[in-house]
């Protein structure tokens, strides 16, 4: 369990990861981060809870990885039905995401100098992420609730198209398109459901619907008959 930044700590982690975002980490300074946090600029204070500006920025990230591998929890759980626990992912993952445009920005933008922490977000976030997705798909492939399909290009198609969907607007400070996050998860949900959902064979009457139809030729056989032996009553009959 992660110990309990105090809140100062928590104020200067904030700060800085915005100040990355929107200035760059180089253009970023000490004081800068000090200023935007509430302490008094020149005064060290930062150090206190961090030894140096790079150990901000590592907290950040390492915060950041955490953050989807508990995002990523629900995909342990297999007893929701498939197609509803998509549309609660596709939230829930919008949600998160929006949660941290610092992170995805400095994830993007900020990290070639920091090769280690590049790579460990590019493993433990994108791709962990992929491989479980693609995981879960499979396991409710066989449970028979998604029809068969290459679980490892479903998943980038869906964990991709939702990841650029936040990350185009954390990048450009805006949407590329006039959509809120609602109508782009019913939206997704739809595609996911009409590709996914597994094919059903033709319904079958219902037996009610066939026990009246049996019934009907019963009684309609039984009055042919009974119509049948009346003419022939009749025609036996002399005539007046």
Do not use: C
Request: charged share 30%; net charge positive; hydrophobic share 40%.
């Amino acid at each position: 369990m992660t110990p309990r930044r105090t809140d100062a700590a928590e104020r200067i982690l904030r700060e800085a990861m915005r100040l990355f975002s929107e200035r760059g980490y180089e253009r970023t300074s000490i004081p800068d981060i000090q200023a935007a946090a509430g302490l008094t600029p020149g005064s060290g204070a930062m150090y206190k809870h961090y030894p140096s500006k790079e150990s901000v920025l590592r907290t950040g990230m390492e915060r950041f990885v955490r953050h989807s591998r508990e995002m990523r929890g629900g995909l342990h759980d297999t007893s929701t039905p498939a197609l509803p626990a998509l549309g609660v992912m596709v939230r829930q993952a919008l949600a998160v995401l929006a949660s941290e445009r610092d992170e995805l920005r400095v994830a993007w933008r900020e990290l070639d100098h920091f090769p280690d922490v590049q790579a460990g977000v590019r493993a433990n976030v994108m791709q962990a992420s992929y491989g479980e997705l693609a995981e879960w798909l499979e396991v409710k492939v066989r449970q028979g609730e998604l029809r068969p399909h290459d679980s490892e290009a479903m998943a980038a198609v869906l964990l991709g198209s939702v990841a650029m969907f936040r990350v185009y607007e954390s990048l450009w400070g805006e949407r590329v398109v006039p959509i809120d996050d609602e109508r782009f998860a019913r939206a997704w949900h739809e595609l996911v459901t009409r590709g996914l959902a597994p094919e059903r064979a033709p319904a079958e009457a219902p037996a009610t619907d066939g026990a009246a139809s049996a019934g009907a030729a019963t009684e309609s056989g039984a009055d042919g008959k009974k119509r049948a032996a009346s003419r022939k009553r009749g025609a036996g009959k002399p005539g007046r």
